[in-house]
């Protein structure tokens, strides 16, 4: 499966901003699917993942209440939703994919197989 992120791009603290990924190459449905982000010179950590069907999702603690995953099926796309953006948010983000995952989700880097090539999201204050 091949993973094109976008949407991201410079915005003000406390805006809102959504990211998409579309995949294409495979069943999307048969893929659980994750956000992950990376500040300079920090290492990648995750932000939110979903199951093949959408059921069971979640993010991490730094930006539960404010970010939110979901993704369309039929359009092949999962979305990142964040809202009050902060500073520290500024990264790039990065969608994956895993086929092996079944009925959850991974938090962690490793478990992911494939992944797009990223979008930078800069949040000024």
């Known amino acids: 499966v091949q993973l094109q992120a976008y949407g991201g791009g410079l915005v003000q603290a406390g805006t809102s901003l959504r990211l998409s990924c579309a995949a294409s190459?495979?069943?999307?449905?048969?893929?659980?699917m994750a956000w992950f982000r990376q500040a300079p010179g920090k290492e990648r950590e995750f932000v939110g993942g979903?199951?093949?069907?959408?059921?069971?999702?979640g993010s991490a603690d730094s930006v539960k209440g404010r970010f939110r995953i979901s993704r369309d099926n039929a359009k092949n796309t999962v979305y990142l939703e964040m809202k009050s953006l902060k500073p520290e948010d500024t990264a790039v983000y990065y969608c994956?994919?895993?086929?092996?995952?079944?009925?959850?989700?991974?938090?962690?880097?490793?478990?992911?197989?494939?992944w797009g090539r990223g979008t930078q999201v800069t949040v000024s204050s």
């Open positions: 190459g495979d069943a999307f449905t048969g893929y659980a």
């Open positions: 994956a994919a895993d086929p092996t995952i079944t009925g959850y989700y991974s938090s962690e880097l490793n478990a992911y197989d494939y």
């Open positions: 979903i199951s093949r069907g959408g059921r069971v999702k």
